[in-house]
């Protein structure tokens, strides 16, 4: 059966986005490749007077760490602590060249090229290569005809700002009409720098409802809802809509296939683009579900497949990516688009660092196209260092006689397996100490309490029974994917909860575990609430924890830290110690604003020496 076309979306790109043109010099690009021409048109320096001669790197080799199974399986408890490098970190030798003699530049790479203006859809070898990825591998069974296009990006974050710039238009409340004013639907609690690249612009951002997997389809304040029930008071229905799917920031949630259903149909019903930024894809932890069951005996949701060796691309009945552990894995929103309403974000800062500032954008065509022209005007294209660094790391040298290296012991690149094993790698470190944290805050979850009671039959010692409470501190869904174990804290059993104003007894617990002996530092809810209501309703109850940040070795020292000072603060009994932390709080944060003054008095002075 013939794939459909992609929908022409075009009605929904902004007033500037309508307007650009493509850039005059950027078409002349295609002439720059004539053998032989004298190229007198470009403004170009002159690559022989780059102060870099190569640039090389010492690297890992893609086998650094140990991958976790694809299917879920009970972690030994004697390999949970195990999340450090595989035996010996042996490295290789990566060199960008200043020049290739390769002819073909989609697989040239060097200084000359990779330093040089380029076009705005990326350094042209990386481009192939993430494009031949994203079709052949990652997304092999996009439901339009043609697939989909990729732009390289500065990162998700470029790559949300761009879309933004593509899809919105900003409102001004003084100028405009309420009636004009766009808006973006969001999860209810959110990532926030999307929300503060979105609010500024004057779209109304409209948070959905969520459970333990993410955004709910139908129910309270899920999406079937609060498109349903839109109030145009408040401006128009919202068209687009941002979205982390895997391993949600700050949630860690995962959305399975059935849901995405659901919510794509909705979109597809109400008309709506979907922004899904998902940084953390490659970081699914089957064996969340499978300790979730066997903690509590049941699953973080029923929505994930039981059989251990479900394969996503099969059980659609599309086609294999050509790795199992790809197979394995939830597939994007685009496996499902036959539309072309998704635009995806992707990003090299969790898989090879976030000072990296690369990333790319997978759409249709035509919006990729928009796209193109806002980055011509922008961005111009990734730094050509980074570009250069991973497309060798990667791709390797050409051929022989290319003085390239690449990431691989032999002198070639990492290629497509390598860079897949890597990415099973880090996933294997960081579902290790998921489990890790995971499995001791589960131990630490309520706090025991035994007293001694008599027999109302006889007041002999011998027949005095023990009485156990139990409390529970805190609660928390087992992370399916991501960084972060997202823990709600149960306040209301704490014996200060009718006392204290419930925001400040969360406050205090926050400053608690930021005190001796506990030192740990924890990012409160309030911090991730897209609107004051949800951060008056909820947010405070909620604390981040990122498993990912510290070292191997600590997590587990600071998640004993974490269970210690919930169980210490559930024994304050009285009002004045709670007023004391806090106080205290407020005499630190008060000092470090004064430091932090005076160090911007002393920069802005040294800044106007230089100047
Ligand atoms: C959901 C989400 N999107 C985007 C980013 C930032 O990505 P980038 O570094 O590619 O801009 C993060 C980083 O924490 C994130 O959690």
């Given at each position: 059966m013939?794939?459909?076309e992609?929908?022409d ?5 902004s ?5 650009r ?5 950027k078409?002349f690009y295609q002439?720059?490749?004539i ?14 007077y780059f102060?870099?001669?190569?640039l ?7 086998d ?17 602590g195990?999340c450090t490098?595989s035996d010996?970190p042996?490295v290789?030798?990566v060199?960008?060249p200043h020049d ?6 989609l697989?040239k790479i060097?200084l ?7 076009t705005a ?7 192939s290569?993430i ?6 591998n990652?997304?092999p ?7 989909p ?7 998700s974050t470029?790559?949300f700002?761009?879309t ?5 238009n900003?409102?001004d ?21 999307a ?7 004057g ?8 459970d333990d997997e993410?955004?709910l ?18 401006g128009?229905?919202p068209h ?22 659901e ?9 709506i683009i979907?922004v899904?930024d ?5 970081l699914q932890?089957p ?7 066997k903690?509590?005996g049941?699953p973080?949701?029923e ?7 479900h394969n996503y691309n099969?059980?659609s ?6 790795f ?7 597939p ?5 688009d036959?539309?072309?309403r998704v635009?995806r974000?992707d990003?090299f ?15 249709q ?5 928009r ?12 730094s050509?260092f980074?570009?250069s ?11 022989s006689?290319?003085p390239?290296k ?5 002198g ?16 294997g470190?960081?579902?290790r100490?998921?489990?890790l944290?995971?499995?001791i805050?589960?131990d630490?979850k ?5 007293s ?19 409390t ?10 991501g ?9 209301e059993t ?8 419930h925001?400040r007894l969360?406050?205090?617990l926050?400053v ?6 506990y030192?740990?530092l924890l ?5 991730f609430c ?14 981040r924890?990122c ?6 070795d ?13 169980t210490?603060f ?6 004045k110690?709670?007023?004391d932390l ?15 003054m005076?160090n911007q008095?002393s ?9």
């Amino acid at each position: 059966m013939e794939k459909p076309e992609p929908k022409d979306l075009s009605y929904y790109y902004s007033r500037v986005t309508m307007n650009r043109q493509a850039s005059k010099m950027k078409q002349f690009y295609q002439y720059f490749l004539i053998p032989g021409i004298g190229n007198l048109a470009g403004g170009l320096p002159n690559p022989g007077y780059f102060p870099y001669d190569t640039l090389e790197a010492s690297t890992a080799l893609p086998d650094r760490f140990k991958p976790t199974p694809n299917k879920p399986v009970d972690p030994p408890v004697s390999e949970l602590g195990n999340c450090t490098l595989s035996d010996s970190p042996a490295v290789s030798r990566v060199l960008v060249p200043h020049d290739s003699a390769e002819p073909n530049l989609l697989r040239k790479i060097d200084l000359t090229t990779a330093l040089q203006y380029g076009t705005a859809q990326g350094y042209p070898p990386l481009y192939s290569f993430i494009r031949s990825f994203v079709q052949t591998n990652l997304h092999p069974n996009v439901p339009y005809k043609g697939g989909p296009e990729v732009i390289l990006t500065c990162g998700s974050t470029d790559g949300f700002a761009k879309t933004l710039e593509c899809f919105s238009n900003i409102w001004d409340e003084e100028r405009d009409w309420i009636r004009e004013r766009e808006g973006i639907l969001c999860e209810e609690f959110a990532y926030m720098n999307a929300i503060q690249a979105a609010r500024p612009r004057g779209l109304n951002v409209v948070p959905v409802a969520i459970d333990d997997e993410g955004m709910l389809a139908s129910g309270k304040g899920g999406l079937e809802e609060v498109l349903a029930s839109w109030d145009k008071s408040k401006g128009k229905r919202p068209h687009l809509m941002y979205t982390v799917t895997m391993g949600q920031n700050p949630t860690s949630g995962l959305l399975s296939v059935k849901r995405r259903k659901e919510i794509y149909s909705l979109c597809q019903k109400y008309d709506i683009i979907i922004v899904e930024d998902d940084p953390y894809w490659y970081l699914q932890y089957p064996s969340g579900n499978r300790l979730s069951m066997k903690a509590r005996g049941k699953p973080v949701s029923e929505n994930f497949p039981i059989d251990p060796a479900h394969n996503y691309n099969a059980s659609s009945g599309g086609k294999s990516s050509g790795f199992d552990f790809l197979d394995s894995l939830v597939p994007s929103y685009l496996s499902m688009d036959v539309d072309g309403r998704v635009v995806r974000l992707d990003t090299f800062s969790k898989t090879v660092a976030p000072g990296c500032r690369l990333g790319w954008i997978t759409a249709q065509p035509d919006v990729v196209e928009r796209i193109q022209r806002i980055t011509e005007t922008s961005t111009q294209q990734p730094s050509g260092f980074v570009q250069s660094l991973i497309a060798e790391l990667i791709m390797g040298p050409s051929k022989s006689g290319d003085p390239g290296k690449g990431g691989s012991k032999d002198g070639s690149g990492w290629k497509v397996d390598g860079w897949v094993r890597w990415l099973e790698g880090l996933r294997g470190n960081y579902e290790r100490r998921m489990q890790l944290m995971s499995t001791i805050l589960e131990d630490g979850k309520y706090l025991i309490q035994s007293s001694r009671r008599g027999s109302r039959l006889s007041a002999s010692d011998e027949e005095e029974y023990e009485v156990l409470h139990k409390t529970q501190l805190y609660d928390f869904a087992y992370p399916m994917a991501g960084m972060f174990l997202w823990m709600r804290a149960h306040y209301e059993t704490h014996p200060l909860y009718q006392d204290v104003e419930h925001q400040r007894l969360a406050q205090a617990l926050w400053v608690f575990m930021t005190t001796k002996p506990y030192l740990v530092l924890l990012s409160p809810g309030s911090i991730f609430c897209p609107t004051p209501e949800i951060m008056a309703e909820k947010g405070w109850q909620y604390f981040r924890l990122c498993f990912a940040a510290v070292n191997d070795d600590v997590v587990e020292k600071y998640s004993k830290a974490i269970v210690k000072a919930f169980t210490d603060f559930w024994a304050i009994d009285d009002v004045k110690k709670i007023d004391d932390l806090l106080d205290d709080d407020e005499k630190v944060q008060a000092r470090l604003a004064n430091a932090a003054m005076q160090n911007q008095v002393s920069l802005n002075c040294h800044g106007a020496h230089e100047m």
